[in-house]
């Protein structure tokens, strides 16, 4: 049963002496069920949006209307926030984009199941005695760990809002259960209606997935059902691109998934791991080998993330971290020049690198030695000696520079402190006043 506070409890109490039942719905039901975290309570009742709004504030519980359309009615108890949504069924036209052609509220709690998605996602528990009602079959689907369908007909359900393919897949994933049958084949039957779809929306579920647990298992399962052509659709290319056997032990796109996986649970990163190699394709076909596809690959990634509306910053983070992944990828570098290069990369582009590198290593599928150690050693190094790691961190400013050697300001200012940052990138302790006034004159 969910922990509802008592506050709560108390209203749905005064709620039925109106003959209106508040209920507990979806996720936080299915969660607490299944002794997972819940992190927010939806509820649904047959009450109207107006009527509801007016029997809260009658009893001093703040709601307001936040969505008129789908009746949605945000409410304030005891400082916790609760959406309400209003019973009600959704008509759909053609295509797969879910915008409703009509919705219209219902007294039956029935009707408000079959049009949720997944029967896992549409049981009802009573707010005031935790009774749990059940029109879909969620209850036994939680215990066999299968997601289906909340319609017999899978394919209702599917077409209605393309998607619910990606929350499928999510859903999979993050409660580790299978799909049912006849759910997985309307799925792959339905995957073009994804097109359909905002890429804000698809981008909003793919971040999830990405996030989320089993991220290749999701990934893998986004390819069976054919939906990369819809969300990724430049790594498509990559699916049965082979490579060299000593190397690679997976094709391309099995090995941007293992890739994927194997980085930090954080978006960059997994994005990183997941695009590194979208440029191969590429490359063969442009120039007969792979040697460029870190320049093709940086380009491919900008437009599968701009088309998915990332921000700026995450897609210049991105795609110059995949533009970089090659650099010494033999391991070759001496100290010094690994100094020199990660002060002009800055930290968080060489902590994505060093990252790269070794969840590239492990999503090959060769227990490698991982080149990143050397990478790792000298970068902590440069951190335990406060090496700078950018112009603005050197104890001098382009004023001081100007004034020292009585230049005017422009490019050559700008060379001057290049060139001292990347001298303190090897000799940390001249990063000191003095010593730089000293040490710019050779720059000249
Ligand atoms: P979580 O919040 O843990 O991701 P959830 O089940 O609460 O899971 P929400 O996206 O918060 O998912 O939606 C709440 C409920 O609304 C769902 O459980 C489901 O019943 C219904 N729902 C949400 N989005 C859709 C959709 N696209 N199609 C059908 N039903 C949906
Ligand atoms: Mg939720």
Redesign the pocket.
Known sequence: MLKLPTALKAFAEALSGDGVKLYA????V??SLLGRTV??V?LASKARPEELLERAHALGVEAKIVQRTLGTVLVTVDGVDYEH?TFRTESYGAGGA?KPDAVRFSDSLETDAF????S???LYESVSDGTILDPTGGLDDIRRRVLRTTTADPSV?LR??G??IL?LV??AA?LDFSVDPGTWEAAKANAALLKDVAWERKRQELD?ILLGPRVYEALAMLKEIGALPYLLPELVPCDGMTQRKDYHRYDVLTHLFRTCEQTPDELGMRLIGLLHDAGKPEALKRDGKLYAHDVYGAEIARTMLERLRYPTALIDRVCGAIRLHMFDLRDEASDETLRRRFAGFGRERTQDLIMIREADVRGSGYKTAFVAEHWRRVYEQMQREHAPFSESELKVTGEDIMRELGIKAGERVGKIKHALLLRCAVHPEENERSALLKRMHDCL
């Open positions: 719905v979806g996720g936080c299915r969660d992190h927010d939806d949504t879910h049009r949720r998605d997944f896992v996602n549409a359900i209605d809002d998607l619910r929350r999510r859903f993050a999830r």
